[in-house]
């Protein structure tokens, strides 16, 4: 890969550099299912679809996907921000759907805070639309 750069599957042992590089990003941070034992039973359920970019051994980049069966989910998509715009993002999005799609996933969301607008600029110059019929409801 360009610039010395792996896509990696996520390790464990990467858990705690994954949560830092999270809390330290606007628009991102750690939420009640951030915690070590959640991110790690979440990896456990989708072992080939939770990823990290790599630059010499430094994590500078993740993406979580989720397949429940029947819809693929993508989460904690990030990057270093001295490392944004240089296309890292992008890399990773493509690679978590096509993991996503050869478990089987047929439709793929993703969710993002209504006060995060590079997010969604982001998401929406690779051709991901905005879902204005639905809602999002929570128990917590």
Not at 4 to 16: G, M, P, Q
Not at 94 to 112: C, F, Y
Request: charged share 20%; net charge neutral; hydrophobic share 40%.
């Amino acid at each position: 890969m360009a610039d010395n750069c792996i896509i990696d599957i996520a390790a464990i042992n990467d858990i705690e550099m994954m949560r830092e590089l999270w809390a330290s990003l606007p628009g991102l941070g750690l939420g009640p299912g951030d915690d070590k034992a959640a991110i790690t039973g979440f990896m456990e359920r989708n072992p080939h679809t939770c990823l990290v970019l790599r630059k010499n051994r430094q994590i500078i980049g993740t993406v979580l996907g989720g397949f429940d069966g029947r819809r693929g989910y993508v989460y904690h998509l990030a990057v270093r921000q001295n490392y944004q715009r240089n296309g890292y993002g992008t890399l990773l999005l493509e690679n978590v759907v096509q993991a996503l799609k050869h478990e089987g996933a047929g439709k793929i969301h993703l969710l993002v805070f209504r006060d995060n607008s590079a997010a969604q600029s982001f998401y929406t110059a690779r051709g991901w639309h905005l879902r204005e019929d639905i809602n999002i409801f929570s128990m917590i």
